[in-house]
């Protein structure tokens, strides 16, 4: 086979002209920092509490997915319903519409005067421009992860375990919690940390419904696009740097998690 | 297959009941009672309708919520066709370019085995799981008054940031991995066979890859060149980063949503994101039609 050489050096150098060297632009950036300025940066009120609601939130929206995720695809897999084909290409809509759609989107919906918006006024809930609203965006954009990475591994169970356990004289929710979750546990932890890392660096759909208020409803990618229109780059730098720092560690533990689903597999 | 087929033939009448009867009861052991099931479709479908549905209908209600007059106004606006225009052109450089890049990619890591694979396809990856607004500050930091070529731009009169280029240098950096990601499985489960065939048989190598391997990934490649098109198109975060914000001339489609509805322009904004909004539709149903192409090409090469 011929072009190994020439098709992996153009590899490599567009790797590097677009992606790697930017990054380490980044990184060499947050090293002209000193540990004390990374610090005094990191440990203001402002950004502690912007990073506390971009990761606060992001967990509880990606567990929301997990409970959900999980009950759609349960749905979606095992039984037959009018509308089952359009709902599965439904869920594939917050991957494919733009965050700022779907922000708009949102806020008219959850606003005071919206459809969704007004009745729960009524019941006294505020949804756009609080945390609520934050949470609520997150949701959305989470919804993708865990069905698409449950999906293929529930269809693909085998279906004599479950008989087996049935025909031992468990009960269908033993069966459910005992036989089935353990087998789809890798893939809903992968889903459950795609979701929350995609809505830890969630901007577009969640700044239009998130009121975007200092200390309370900001951010941390917000608060990034703030300090660098008040060229305070280095604020910037750091902020960015540890959510750099937190989104490789997560591709790091899915790749695990990934490899270590696949060893399980020939033992079964 | 063809054995169980041949079995159910030559099986007689009690036996056939008697099987019937055990399907039953083994299909019993792996489904739920009726109130449950009717429960978990009626949740699903709820949670869905009311995140996935109602957010797509509330953008064009709202967009034709002055009647159709004003949604045509508000589209041939000035302002709007230029953002039009700008978002076209930085999709079908970002696009290209990729495009480019994930045929080489895929070739070099489909067809070879080298040491340190796995890690070149995660280095792939990175932008999928980089905040947007993080890719759009790298390039700020490179490329911006105070960044490392910031002077040098400078000096030279040239200008990358709040235009064009750094516009379609952040959307290149998100849509990176959609072409590469697309042909890499596609172009592993096809191995080297057929390449192999070919220049036995003295073709060239350029002319091994356009007339064997490219019909056997045409699919996957408009697969991968639809979501990376969808992707560029509707970025917003990165590009918000880069752009400036100039009117008329950095807002692409997706700027222009945030300003119009910043400015209470509700129907011109939602004007605008009906056009995304139909992006997305259209790309999800092709994105569809494609996956049953690619499944039945799976097919083919099984049997």
């Not at chain 2, 996957?220 to 980063?241: I, K, P, Q, T």
Request: glycine share 6%; proline share 5%.
């Amino acid at each position: 086979m011929p072009g190994f050489g020439l098709t992996m050096g153009l590899t490599l150098s567009w790797l590097s002209i677009i992606i790697l060297i930017p990054l380490a632009g980044l990184l060499l950036k947050s090293l002209e920092l000193s540990p004390e300025q990374f610090w005094n940066i990191l440990s203001s009120r402002r950004t502690l509490n912007a990073l506390r609601v971009s990761f606060g939130l992001a967990f509880a929206a990606a567990c929301v997915n997990l409970v959900m995720g999980s009950i759609i695809v349960w749905a979606l897999v095992r039984y037959r319903f009018p509308g089952r084909r359009l709902f599965d290409a439904i869920v594939d809509v917050p991957f494919a519409l733009p965050t700022a759609v779907a922000g708009v989107a949102l806020t008219a919906l959850f606003a005071e005067k919206g459809w969704l918006g007004a009745p729960l006024a009524a019941a006294g809930i505020k949804v756009a421009f609080t945390p609520l609203g934050i949470f609520v965006a997150m949701i959305f954009i989470g919804i993708p992860f865990v069905v698409r990475t449950v999906q293929p591994v529930l269809q693909d169970l085998d279906p004599e375990i479950e008989e087996a356990a049935g025909s031992l004289g468990a009960s269908r929710w033993q069966t459910i919690i005992r036989v089935i979750l353990p087998s789809l546990g890798p893939a809903l932890l992968t889903g459950l940390a795609l979701a929350f890392a995609r809505a830890v660096g969630e901007y577009g759909s969640v700044i239009f419904i998130a009121g975007n208020l200092p200390n309370v409803s900001e951010i941390a990618p917000l608060l990034i696009v703030i300090r660098l229109s008040e060229f305070r780059y280095a604020d910037a730098t750091a902020i960015a740097v540890v959510m750099l720092v937190v989104s490789f560690v997560i591709i790091f533990a899915v790749n695990r998690l990934q490899r270590w689903a696949r060893s399980r597999i020939p033992a079964r | 297959m063809t054995m169980q087929i041949a079995d159910s033939v030559s099986l007689s009448a009690p036996d056939a009941k008697v099987r019937a009867h055990a399907a039953a009861a083994r299909n019993s052991l792996r489904t739920e009672p009726r109130a449950v099931r009717i429960v978990i479709i009626a949740l699903a479908m709820t949670f869905l309708s009311v995140f996935v549905v109602l957010p797509l209908v509330v953008v064009f209600a709202q967009a034709f919520s002055k009647g159709i007059l004003a949604y045509l106004a508000a589209l041939t606006d000035p302002e709007a066709l230029s953002a039009i225009k700008l978002t076209l052109v930085v999709a079908a450089i970002s696009v290209g370019l990729n495009l480019v890049f994930g045929l080489v990619a895929a070739w070099a890591i489909a067809k070879f085995e080298f040491r340190g694979k796995t890690f070149l396809i995660t280095l792939i990856d990175l932008p999928f799981s980089v905040s947007p607004v993080i890719s759009g500050l790298v390039f700020v930091l490179l490329f911006g008054a105070q960044g490392y070529f910031g002077s040098w731009l400078r000096d030279h009169d040239i200008q990358i940031l709040f235009a064009v280029p750094g516009i379609a240098l952040a959307t290149t950096f998100v849509t990176f991995p959609f072409v590469a990601r697309a042909l890499i499985p596609l172009m592993q489960e096809q191995g080297t066979q057929e390449e192999e065939a070919a220049i036995s048989l003295g073709a060239s190598g350029l002319q091994t890859f356009f007339r064997v391997t490219l019909p056997n990934i045409k699919w996957g490649v408009l697969y991968g060149v639809l979501l990376c098109n969808a992707r560029a198109m509707g970025e917003f975060g990165a590009v918000s980063v880069v752009s400036g914000h100039i009117r008329g001339e950095t807002n692409t489609m997706p700027l222009l949503v945030e300003i119009l509805y910043n400015e209470y322009q509700f129907v011109a904004a939602f004007a605008i994101a009906s056009l995304l909004a139909m992006l997305a539709l259209i790309t999800l149903i092709a994105k569809t039609v494609l996956e049953h192409h690619l499944d039945e090409g799976h097919d083919a090469s099984d049997h």
